[in-house]
């Protein structure tokens, strides 16, 4: 579904990616871990438009994103790693306003935004302003408006960053779900054992090389996966 092909990214001396060539399967949840500064966030950056790759190509359904840039873009959903509301707006208002962004008709948009309320548990602070949320309120909010135009690839950068484990359980249940129903998700974490329960295959990074890839079972045959991450990003 996904293809990339020698990506790289230069920045001044730095070069932040470097020769990345992987496939992203329709359906699975796969993972990129790696140290800080290892290219994660550059990498989904490229992979959502964001950012120029310096070179190399990115292909979506077989199309490359420098020809096609409109319609792949209807297929992505982004969960950034920061909290980006505008705070002075209720749940609701920053739906809706997310919703016209996206062309959707005014029946839609009320359908779709009490759909997934409902999905993720929300319905009872639609009318609350964002900044009256807790954390994992606020986190479990990014993933609806994520999905408002219903993508068929989800980015989650860093989705449980700074939750507590009782509310970090409630995203990994929401993102099985999101899997099931035939949603590709893409996740890059600082935590093992979030990728051991949640991913199909991992891809690790080291200094932005692909360090490794393969399946969570595979890659734990001999060592843990934790075991394995220190291992390749000495």
Wanted: charged letters at 30%.
């Amino acid at each position: 579904m996904i293809k990339l092909v020698d990506l790289e990214k230069v920045f001044g001396q730095v070069r932040a990616v470097d020769k990345l060539s992987f496939e992203i399967f329709r359906g699975e949840v796969f993972g990129l871990l790696g140290k800080n500064g290892a290219g994660k966030t550059t990498t989904i950056k490229m992979l959502t438009l964001q950012l120029k790759p310096t070179a190399g190509e990115i292909f979506f359904e077989g199309q490359s994103v420098d020809s096609n840039e409109i319609f792949i873009k209807s297929l992505l959903g982004l969960v950034p790693q920061h909290l980006n509301f505008d705070q002075d707006l209720t749940v609701e208002e920053n739906l809706e306003l997310h919703a016209r962004l996206h062309h959707l008709k005014k029946f839609e948009r009320r359908e779709r935004i009490d759909e997934l309320l409902k999905f993720v548990e929300l319905e009872r602070v639609r009318k609350s302003f964002v900044r009256e949320l807790s954390g994992g309120m606020k986190r479990r909010l990014l993933i609806v408006r994520a999905l408002i135009h219903r993508p068929k690839i989800l980015f989650l950068d860093e989705p449980t960053v700074a939750l507590d484990p009782q509310v970090r359980r409630k995203i990994w249940e929401l993102i099985k779900n999101l899997k099931a129903q035939g949603i590709t998700i893409v996740l890059t974490t600082h935590y093992i054992e979030e990728a051991e329960a949640l991913c199909d295959r991992v891809a690790i990074l080291n200094r932005g090389k692909l360090a490794a890839l393969d399946t969570t079972k595979n890659l734990c045959a001999e060592k843990s996966l934790e075991e394995k991450f220190i291992e390749l990003t000495k």
